[in-house]
């Protein structure tokens, strides 16, 4: 979906799936510090913004993070101050505290897969934590692991980083907390979870300051910033079947596709199947992690 005007908010920003907007001058909210934050049906794969959207996905977002939010209100404050959002972009849009983000993708692993695994298999670490050897694509970490990442500009990859980069970069303490809180909401996600037949493999969070406590930000626990495996089908030694864009991720580096991964022309559109296929995949991660039906 393209940008939409909305009556009391300017639009300041757009990234690869959310829009920001600010309250207007003289508008009820001008000055007030909060910002509306909408999620479209835009997807993204291999640094690309896709020319397909996935209908209700920026729905499913919201819906799961309004839901994730609730459940970690005693381990972390965070930044929805409303849903009361304008008619055009209700479902898809939370009225938020602005933040002083901080300059790092706070990741936490609890199974070895993607990036990780790259670099498991050349140093035997990630992000400077060393792990036993003899794991798999797959495999379940004895304790999940904090492995942050720097923040990439859009179109470009998050750079693994240790936590000794991200105390040099943003103090001792602030790194520490940020660890805590991140493997903090980790384990209490997955093992939420976990009884409802969910594998939750890792997740990226983002955390931001406001009148100095720490405030998690953005969105969290979608199928857009976190692994989720069936537990029905885990094995590790294999890449896992997953409640994302797998299917956006086949399709395009498939001979169907007819495109270049590493070349320079723009990816395609997507088939009206991998369109509904994906749309599936979201909406039954929302349905199995809360156990509520989705509206749409």
């Known amino acids: 979906m393209s940008v939409v005007e909305l009556e009391g908010w300017t639009h300041r920003y757009s990234g690869k799936v959310r829009d920001l907007y600010e309250p207007a001058e003289g508008s009820e909210r001008a000055g007030d510090g909060t910002v509306l934050v909408v999620a479209s049906d835009r997807i993204s794969a291999y640094d690309h913004v896709l020319p397909t959207p996935i209908p209700d996905k920026g729905k499913v977002l919201t819906a799961l993070s309004l839901w994730w939010f ?10 929805v101050v409303s849903t009361d959002v304008p008619a055009a972009v ?38 400077g934590v060393p792990l ?4 798999v694509d797959g495999s379940r970490l004895a ?7 720097t923040k990439a500009e859009l179109g470009e990859h998050d750079e693994n980083v240790t936590f000794e980069h991200v105390a040099a970069t943003v103090g ?40 100095g406590v720490t405030v998690l930000g953005d969105e969290v626990l979608t199928p857009d910033s976190s692994r989720f495996w ?10 896992q079947p997953s409640f994302d864009k797998q299917f956006v991720r086949d399709w395009l580096t498939s001979p169907a596709s007819g495109w270049d991964r590493n070349g320079v022309e723009a990816p395609p559109e997507l088939p009206a199947e991998v369109v509904e296929r994906t749309r599936s995949r979201y909406v039954e991660a929302y349905e199995r992690l809360t156990g509520q039906t989705f509206a749409g």
């Open 70 to 79: 609730e459940q970690l209100t005693d381990l972390v404050p965070h930044h």
């Open 143 to 149: 304790e999940p692991v904090f492995t942050p990442a």
């Open 132 to 135: 036993p050897p003899g794991l």
């Open 90 to 127: 209700a479902g898809r849009a939370m009225v938020c505290r602005r933040l002083d983000m901080f300059p790092v993708e706070c990741v936490a692993r609890g199974y070895l897969t993607g990036s990780g695994l790259v670099e498991y298999r050349q140093s035997s670490s990630v992000c």
């Open 230 to 239: 069936p537990a029905e089908t885990w094995e590790p030694g294999r890449a």
């Open 172 to 211: 001792a303490d602030a790194a520490a907390e940020l660890r805590d809180l991140t493997l903090a909401v980790y384990r209490r996600a997955e093992g939420v979870a976990r009884d409802r037949g969910i594998v939750l493999a890792d997740t990226k969070l983002e955390f931001g300051r406001a009148d």
